[in-house]
Structures are given as structure tokens and as C-alpha cells.
């Protein structure tokens, strides 16, 4: 089994085993707090959260937290901190919002207020070209604008930036041979000084022969509250050269096609839940990937849903690459599956997170450009809500009515 496969199906599916801080700080980052709001660092997208707690009663904090459209409502002030725009929903429980508050409270006490923070660097060349010294790029992006560029030189490869404020997002960048190397976003936790960034270069290829599809994932998931199916789809890219490829076509960035992968027909909300969209060329059935991809793997992950309805759902697609393993888990006891096009071997998972869940996976090997793939999904246990039963008996009584009419009528004539 991947294990990042088995890592994001932690992230959706894991188990607690921290204390409220430890979960606290982990919600602070994986519900994005961490891209509005700093602690003890100043003004960021949101207020300065450093003893918050001082500022409203517990349940206010809480609502802020996890329904701050109840806040502009009771307080009838929109946004209610002057100079901020409106906080979004971020979709955090009560008992989450409580964990993060702790989190909040534990670390007020421990920031030093205003501390500045420093970023460490170095350039690994693996290129055929000599080691060269580097002009590095600070970008501080704040809600994806570039608000500011900084540049320092590298010294034997190495770069220091330091004194930053670090209430706001930054990226690093470097040139070489026309290629744009460049970190992702990154932010400062409240309590990190340092960060360390490396960022390496290789020589480029415009041959598109070393890209290959190690494998595919679907993970399924069932969602009752609006009655889809939710589909995590992992593409496991491989670039087996020694060369950053850089698409086949042009080398302009907005024209650069390293991979089309499929998509399937009939789907809604497309994600991409660790990339920017914009880095993807997307149509009805394919999405092309436009970022330089340099020697070893990438992952790229997209979500969607597709609705139910009475008689279930079927999405079907024609593969654009050839792939070795195509694996689909799907929760058994939640939703079912029906697959045509390829052959499939069935087995009840293996992945220790899930056990107690009715997880099946189906395998598919060898897939080859051309093939198609059909999944049709259907739910029994939705099909007897009580709406439908009562459709179901008028229907029948309707019928059994029109029968006994019909007969009499026939009797009578
Ligand atoms: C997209 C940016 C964004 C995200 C993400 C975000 N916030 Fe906010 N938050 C804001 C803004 C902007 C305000 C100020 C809104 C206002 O005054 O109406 C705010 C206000 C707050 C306040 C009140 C602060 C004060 O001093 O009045 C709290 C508490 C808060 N956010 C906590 C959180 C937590 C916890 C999370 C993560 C679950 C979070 N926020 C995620 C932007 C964000």
C-alpha cells in the first residue's frame, strides 16, 4: 500500500490519540487558521490572536470560531474588527473550536511578541552546469497577491534572509535555464523562528518518453447529508530521468503540458485539495498538469462528487495514459459499486485504519490508453427514506384503486 495514500486516508479518516493542545495546533494548521492569523506576530488577513481569550466570553470565542456569521448577527456589525474583511465559515465543530481555543491559550503564553522569524536556504545543483551562484526570490503573498519581492544572493549555494516579520505567507524562488523553481507557499506556525528551504535544479528535457503513470487511486466516500459520492482520485506521476521535463509542446509557462490525465464524465466540484487550480488546464474530460516536473514522483490529487439519485449514479471515462494499477476503495456497507470495462479483482482492504470500516478495494491492472472505465454507484439503504416509502404505498393503493374501478367498470358493462 502507498503510503501516502495511506497518510491522506489518515488525514480523512484517522483517529485522535493527542491532548486538546496537540489537536488544537494540528486544527490551527489543518483548518487554515494558519493562512489568516499569526499569534504575537501583528495583523495578518485576520486580527492578531494572541490572548483572544481576553477579548471575548468563552462562548463568543467559540462562535467566532465555528459560525462567525452568529457574531455579525448578534453584534448587527459586519465585519465587526474595522480594516478586516469578514471571516469566513471554516467549518470547525464546537468541540474542535474548543481544542483550538486551548491551543490558543497555551501558546499566548508562550510566544515572545513580535519575534522575528528567518528563512535558510540552499541550492542543490544537479544540473550539467557548473555550480553557480543564485539569485533568490522572496515573494510575501497574502490571499495569493504577491505583495512584496525581496532578492539576496547565494554564497557558495547557501542564502540567509532574516527578520522577518512572518505575519504573512511567503514563497522562494530561483532561475536557471529559464526554468522557475519555486517553493509552495509556506507559513510560520506561532511558535517557529526558522525555517529551512532547499531547492534544487537539474538540467531540462523537452522528451516526454521518461513520464509515466505509476498508479491510481480512487478513494470513495459517502456523504448522507446531501446524498453524493465524494471521490478522492490520486494520480502517482513518475519522471524516471535525470531531467526537470518541461513539457514537449512550448516552453512558455502558460502553454507547458507535462501530463493529461482523464477525468471522469458526470461529475461536479472539482478540487484540487494541494494545488492551486490555475496550475491545471482543465476541460470536460481531462485536466492537463502545467508545472515543470523534475526527476522522481509527484502526487497529484483531485476530489469531485456526483450526485445520486433514485436509481444511483454512473460516471464512466476513456484512459488517456497507460497505468499499471488502478485501485478503487470504496466504504461497502455505505455505498455500492457496480464496475464494467475492465476486469477487477475484489478483496475486503488491507489498510490497518480502516479494519473496522467495511472498506473493499478492487484492483485493475494494465490498463492501456483507449480503455474505459464505468462505475455505477447505488445506495439501497437511502432508497427506503420514509418520502419514498409513502410514494411507493400511494403508488400501490393508486394502482390496486384504478384495478378495482377498471374491474367494476367491465362487471358493469
Ligand atoms: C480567510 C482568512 C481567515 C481564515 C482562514 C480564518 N480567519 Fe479568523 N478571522 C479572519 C478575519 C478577516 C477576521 C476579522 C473579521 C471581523 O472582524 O469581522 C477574523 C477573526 C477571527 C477571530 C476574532 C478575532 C478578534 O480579535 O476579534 C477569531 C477568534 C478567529 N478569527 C479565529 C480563527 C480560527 C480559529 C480560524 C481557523 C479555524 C480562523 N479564524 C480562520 C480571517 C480568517
Redesign the pocket.
Known sequence: MNKYLVFLLVIMFGNNVYSSIDEGRK??TE???V???VVGRGKF?????WN?SK??NKSD?IQ??NN?EQI?EKYGK????NG?????N?N?STSE?IK?ISY?DDISKKVKKGSKVSIKGSVKNYSSTEDAEYEVQLDTVM?DKVLDTYKVSTSEGYFLIDNLEGNIAYKIKIFHDGIEYSTDKFYFSPLELNKEVELTVYDSTMNSNHIEIESTHLVVNYDSESDVVVIAEIFNVYNNSNMIFFGSNDSRDSNREIIELSLFNNIEELNFPHRNASSFKISDNSIIDTIPLPPGGRRIVFTYVTKLDLLGTTISKKFLNNIPSLTIIVPEDKVDLKIEGLEYSKKSSEIEELKDQNYVTYSMNEIKIGDKLELSFSNFKSFFTPKILISSISLIVIIMLSIFFIKKRLRTE
Not at 488577513?45 to 490572536?49: A, F, I, N, R
Request: glycine letters at 2%; one cysteine or more; proline letters at 17%.
Open positions: 486544527l490551527f483548518k487554515r487558521c493562512t489568516c492569523h488577513v485576520g486580527p492578531d490572536l483572544v477579548k471575548y470565542l467566532w470560531i462567525p455579525y459586519k465585519p465587526f474588527n478586516y474583511p469578514p471571516m469566513p471554516m470547525v473550536s483550538i490558543l490571499a
